[in-house]
């Protein structure tokens, strides 16, 4: 059966950057804007994976280290470290995030048929923040499910548990 034009719209586009050596990717309907890294102010009391924040056109947006995010130790910055600006959800409502990564590789349109569900046992990130795999030849992008991996509400919940140990 060939592809017809109608049918060959229905492949979703990823946005893919590296983490390491691994291979990462999410909607890019979620993607606002991709930035150098630039001077990042740092928050007091705050966990690991909280860079700081980021004047964005006059608005404070949060950096999160995808790294230590993911429970590794903080990311290193290199040549190609850059911040993908993207949505979050808290309530309902819109919230602009930063999420801090090695390097941006290039935009990816899968078909249905080159995803697969998330492994059933560990790997590079919380099963739960993975929404599947996507097969790029011999190589397979995680694609992230940012409500899971950035969920507003428990990253809050964490930085106040961080608040309140330090301050202790």
């Given amino acids: 059966m060939s592809t017809s034009p109608d049918t060959a719209g229905n492949a979703r586009q990823f946005l893919s950057f ?29 966990p690991d994976f909280v860079r700081g924040v980021i004047n964005l056109r006059g608005a404070v947006v949060p950096v999160i280290d995808l ?25 309902g409502e819109r919230v602009e995030l930063g999420m801090m990564v090695d390097a941006v590789s ?38 992230l499910d940012p409500d899971r991996a950035f969920d507003i509400g428990e990253m809050a919940s964490l930085c106040e548990a961080s608040q309140l140990a330090l301050a202790a």
């Fill in 18 to 46: 590296t983490l390491g050596s691994e291979l990462f990717g999410m909607d890019i309907r979620t993607v606002r804007e991709i930035i150098q890294h630039g001077a990042i102010t740092p928050v007091p009391l705050m």
């Fill in 67 to 91: 790294q230590a995010r993911f429970g590794r130790g903080p990311a290193s910055v290199g040549k190609k470290t850059c911040i993908i600006i993207f949505d979050g959800q808290r309530d």
């Fill in 106 to 143: 290039e935009v990816v349109a899968l078909e249905a048929g080159d995803t697969e569900p998330p492994p059933q046992f560990g790997g590079a990130a919380r099963r739960d923040f993975i929404a599947g795999m996507g097969r790029r030849g011999e190589r397979f992008l995680v694609l």
